[in-house]
């Protein structure tokens, strides 16, 4: 893999689900797997296959389907956990186990009433384990964004050392500032005996609103692997959204980072997902909300009327989106109803458009949105109808 490539490893069909009330059922699970395959994703995290006999059925399904992307199934550092992801995806053309453990002071003394030297030969163990399976092992240690740096080093050397080919560092409590998320990632890339022969992926959550800022810093410093989700959908507050990461790399090209994902596809596969689990997105979600590309200032909309780089660092087509939306409300100006009126078949000189907008503003007044029809209506009930029809 090239340093410059971000692999891309989304878990919406696992983290994302864990949704309250957003269960999928297999053939949703496969639609949406299909579709991410295509995307263009490099890892697709199938899902928890102990977790019940449904998850074992679709990460085994998606693990026949999938033609590209690696797939991957969750575990704990249990065997029968390890084993049972194993014979899940079993027939898989890349598979992956995805196993780890927690390896902050919290999850060590509270979850597992623990130590940290039987923390590392649970690590050791459970990745030389999932290792007699699989060549492609990723190690989790989870709550590593308030794990002691010191300690979190030791416990990377343990998995590498047992086979580790990836190594996840969960900000799992969404709870790190960026900069000391970015700092954690250079620490352990300049302190980890055979760092060189892993990579380093972020996994971050949402709980202060930092999820991919931390990833972006994440790989800033090292990390050549992002997990997230499509629409940021995910335990709690979220994950990373796959959308927003992959748009970060793609418009700043000075980073020198990239992914391989078709970013054409993104507001598509972002409506699939808002479909299929009934999670409303909201309207100003960066890249694929309603109002993404959507403007309803006057100002913004002369603006982009005239260039739409004035307001929009991003082409709507690039995510697939069709078009710029200008928006009427009591805001607007006059070129934005103009272009508008324009679109419905009416071609305005500048008096008769002075005539239409104070009565667009009547009806702006009374309404929080002009459509098309209400054009027709305002024009129609103007002092320059004839004048204009007859042109």
Do not use: W
């Amino acid at each position: 893999m090239s340093n410059s490539q971000v692999q891309i490893f989304d878990t919406t069909l696992r983290d994302g689900e864990q949704v309250p009330g957003c269960k999928l059922n297999t053939e949703q699970k496969l639609i949406i797997a299909e579709q991410l395959d295509a995307l263009g994703v490099d890892v697709i995290e199938a899902g928890f296959p102990v977790s019940s006999p449904g998850d074992f059925k679709s990460v085994e399904e998606i693990s026949k389907l999938v033609k590209n992307a690696t797939v991957c199934g969750l575990t704990r550092s249990v065997e029968n956990d390890i084993r049972v992801a194993a014979e899940a995806i079993k027939y898989a053309k890349k598979p992956r186990i995805h196993t780890g453990i927690g390896t902050s002071d919290s999850h060590i003394i509270h979850k597992f009433k623990s130590n940290q030297e039987d923390i590392l030969q649970r690590a050791f163990a459970a990745v030389k384990y999932a290792k007699s399976f699989v060549e492609d092992v990723e190690f989790y240690a989870e709550d590593a964004g308030r794990t002691d740096n010191n300690y979190l080093a030791r416990v990377c050397e343990a998995a590498i050392k047992a086979g580790a080919t990836v190594l996840n560092i969960p900000d799992t409590t969404g709870y790190c500032l960026p900069s000391e998320y970015g700092a954690k990632m250079k620490y352990l890339r300049e302190n980890v005996k055979g760092i060189e022969k892993v990579i380093l992926s972020c996994h971050c959550h949402n709980d202060l609103g930092l999820a991919t800022a931390n990833s972006i810093e994440g790989v800033i410093n090292g990390a050549r692997q992002i997990e997230c989700t499509i629409n940021g959908i995910g335990e709690r507050a979220g994950n990373t959204a796959l959308e927003e990461v992959v748009m970060i790399l793609k418009q700043h090209p000075y980073l020198n980072l990239d992914t391989n994902v078709k970013t054409e596809m993104l507001y598509g596969i972002s409506q699939l997902v808002s479909d299929s689990m009934g999670i409303y997105t909201q309207p100003n979600k960066a890249i694929v909300g309603a109002n993404a590309f959507a403007h309803s200032s006057g100002i913004h909309q002369d603006g982009v009327i005239k260039n739409r780089e004035t307001y929009e660092i991003i082409d709507p087509k690039a995510v697939g989106v069709t078009e710029s939306a200008i928006v009427l409300t009591a805001r607007s100006g006059r070129a934005a109803l103009a272009y508008r009126a324009k679109n419905v078949g009416y071609e305005l000189t500048k008096l008769q458009l002075d005539d239409v907008y104070a009565n667009f503003l009547t009806f702006a007044d009374r309404k929080k949105e002009i459509n098309d029809n209400d054009i027709h209506q305002i024009i129609e009930t103007s002092r320059v109808y004839r004048e204009i029809i007859s042109a």
